[in-house]
């Protein structure tokens, strides 16, 4: 298993540079980029005083058209000073070519330096750093509730296939199924958090405004009383997947030879279902817990963040795509692709765990 996890890790360097070099030219040559968002800026200012702010250069009277017939392959730039224009390419890096800019961002990454953000003026690794933890207490606490509320359910739906206790619980899955977390968090928000009915929960933040004055029990209940509404919203939209995968694996079982000859033995129902069926059936289950994390902390959470104004990785990541603030985009895409690759190597080690018999060594990665 050792050797296994040493090629796995070996792997992960050269996907990484795969995912982001794809990422990276697809990004850059997209329209719309950080020079024409800062073009934008200064057009519609419209005043010497902004271009020089902004830019970095001398003030100049009167408007900044200087230069009609300048040609510059970003937008809106025929109307600037094509100095102007160069010192708005340096600022953001795009003086150099592409295969440059490339290059001296995985030198940097390999350095763990993820670049500063260029309208926050910050360390991208910070701003990372600081939404981290609101990412993590919706992923974490959403995945637990999932996994506490669908594999009891799955096995009970499994025990009792064909009742009514199955028709119903399905029908109440397909709901959940059928409705997006975001739809819920909204309707959530009309209904609870002073929308049109009531104001039992915020709206918004993960905190109130004075946390750091309450005690140690009030900073608890005042944490989880802000996540009450993300959360359900994440739990009720991401139950259903994983309900009906534990009630199809414990059917698929439950069907198998051993089980039938531990009836012939007289072996009380729970004994088998619990003694012998559970641990093969929940193998698949348990073993994709990393990857349910990642896929909860890092994309079902995005617009439920965006909608409780959640300062996490996902409204961070969105305002980045949106403002076209290219480190953070490409800082957060590697910390995604880093974390995710990680956690499927965890979730391979799991399956070992969880099931001896299972031998990656024997096969190619």
Known sequence: MGWYVFKRLLLIV??????????????????????????????????GQSTARIAGAAPMPGAVVLD??????????????????????????????????????????????LGDSFFEKRPVITLIIEALPVSISLGLWSTLLIYMISIPLGVAKARRNGTRFDTWTSGIILVGYAVPAFLLAVFL?????????????????LTSNNFETLSLTGKIFDYFWHLVLPVIAMTIGGFATLTMLTKNSFLDEISKQYVLTARAKGLEERQIMFGHVFRNAMLIVIAGFPAALVGILFTGSLLVEVIFSLEGLGLLGFEAIVKRDYPVIFGTLFFFTFIGLVMTLIGDLMYVL????????????
């Open 68 to 113: 009609p017939g300048a040609r510059s392959q970003f937008q809106g730039a025929q109307a600037l000073d094509p100095k102007l224009i160069e010192a708005i390419e340096k600022q953001f890096g795009f003086d150099k070519p592409i295969h440059e800019r490339f290059f001296i961002m995985l030198w940097d990454y390999a350095q763990l330096d």
């Open 189 to 205: 928000i009309l209904l609870f958090a002073g929308g049109s009915y009531f104001s039992w929960f915020p709206l918004k933040g």
């Open 354 to 365: 969880v099931d001896p018999r299972i031998d990656f060594e024997t096969r190619e990665v």
């Open 14 to 47: 050269p996907t990484l540079i795969g995912v982001v070099a794809i990422n990276f030219f697809i990004v850059q040559l997209a329209p719309g980029g950080p020079v024409d968002q800062m073009i934008g800026r200064i057009t519609g200012e419209n005043t």
